[in-house]
């Protein structure tokens, strides 16, 4: 890195000299902080033909910001030890699949692209928990059924593009997915196997055996950039930047080293290489994302705006801790980390004060979250014989939540892709009993062994019942005081 104008550092390179080698889908504020500043390290480092042409499947605004700055935009990094502000060169275009659609469609084509990754979070990629399969309702999946050659989601971007290569004699390219998911490469193989059976049966053993998925674990809490992040970045950049992004110093990746056809030197900017992935994504879904999503709900009921407030709600925070540690008993031991110190680590990244993480973001999509961040570590403790006890909480914090009014009555948005099935479920459901008996009965949802459980049922009405009697306020105070 070299300083630039206002202090931010620039490319340690010349991005001009790099060619693209990734096609990433999903051009969102996480992706500029993740990815992005990891690719950046590793051109700067190792160089090689390894920019990013971004790819944004449903907004048009975003390419289009980009594209009128150079694709430069300013990551702004901060915590309680201070601001750092670098500029980022590893985007080599930014493409709206609705402005842009043969751009992408060659950008997937290319030999040049050697890794698809992806950032399109849960709900982006229709599938079927349940099944193991493609999610058939998912608009996405059934429109790409419908017209496989006009694919605008990622399981038909991905099937078309791999047999486009095929059918051209280029070698497939390595699907890198980075969302928050479990085993979220196996995830993404058979996400694809489910939609090529139906749509390119032929090109199955290509993605049985051919196609790499590596698992990864990322780890970066990025908000939505606010009206403020702009004008930050012009004090601290001193150019006008409207794509900016503001992200906590903190980052981690952790990758299973399976890229036939290469990578960038991730290495380079601190990604972990391991042979399997899984003791970390557990260890992050259920410590970080499960205490989110935990403190999101009953944050927000009880009136906090952002995570940093919650931390300093004493009986919140005292359950964000209890939710870590008890999610810790969950685990299989991670190598070469303490879950203590990582546990610690997470209420300071929590506490961040130049972080305004809003707890209406994280409360988003509970539906496709709550899965593996709180029902797969409540499995867990109770097969292990441990009290699922925390996770009873946050699960009756989220149905609090589902009902969509606050404590004082005003109505609001849930925003989670099944909202509208919740608001069906919920109707006529009066009593605490009723409306445990609708959620939990989400086709999917919650796995049977939770539902036929009067342990876990009963320790989640408990809360319920207190939640809604008294209010979010009185309910947090009960499980800090227990
Ligand atoms: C958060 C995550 O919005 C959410 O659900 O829990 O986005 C979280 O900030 C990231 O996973 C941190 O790496």
Known sequence: MTGGAGGAALPGYDPK???AGIVHLGL?????????????????????????????????EVAQVLQAQGNRFAVIERDSTGTSTRVIGALAGALSLQDDRAAVLAALCAPTTRIVSLTVTEKGYGFDRATGGIDRS???????LATPCQ?????????????????????????????????????????????????????LPLLRT?????????????????????ALALALTGQDDAAAVETERFRQWVIEDDFPTGRPAWDAGGALF?????????????????????????????GHRHVRDVMQDAALARLVRRHMHAAAQTLAPVPGVDLTGYAEQLCRRFENPHLAHETRQIAMDGTQKLPQRIFAPALEAMARGQSPEPFAFACAAWMRFALGVQDGGADFDLRDPRAEEIRQALDGARDTDAVIRALAALPGFMPATLQGSDTWLGLVRGHLEVMRAQGMRAAIEAAAAA
Not at 276 to 298: C, F, I, Q, W
């Open 151 to 203: 694919p605008i989601g990622a399981a038909g971007l991905l099937v078309w593009a791999l047999a486009q290569r095929r059918a051209a004699g280029i070698a497939p390219f390595t699907v890198l997915c980075c969302d928050n998911l479990p085993d979220n490469g196996r995830m993404l193989r058979a996400l694809l196997q489910g939609f090529a059976a139906e749509t390119a049966p032929d090109l």
């Open 28 to 60: 969102g504020a996480f992706h500029k902080a993740h990815q992005a500043v990891y690719t950046d390290d590793a051109l700067a480092a190792a160089g090689g033909d390894w920019r990013i042409i971004g790819v944004s499947l449903r907004s048009t």
């Open 210 to 230: 051919q196609v790499a998925f590596p698992a990864t674990m990322v780890d970066r809490i990025t908000p939505a950039s606010g009206p403020g992040t702009r």
């Open 138 to 144: 998912h608009p996405a999946i059934a429109h790409d």
């Open 17 to 19: 000299a790099h060619g």
């Open 274 to 302: 391991v042979a399997d992935v899984t003791p970390y994504e557990e260890m992050k879904l259920r410590m970080l994302n499960g205490a989110h999503s935990m403190l999101a709900y009953a944050g927000f009921l009880a």
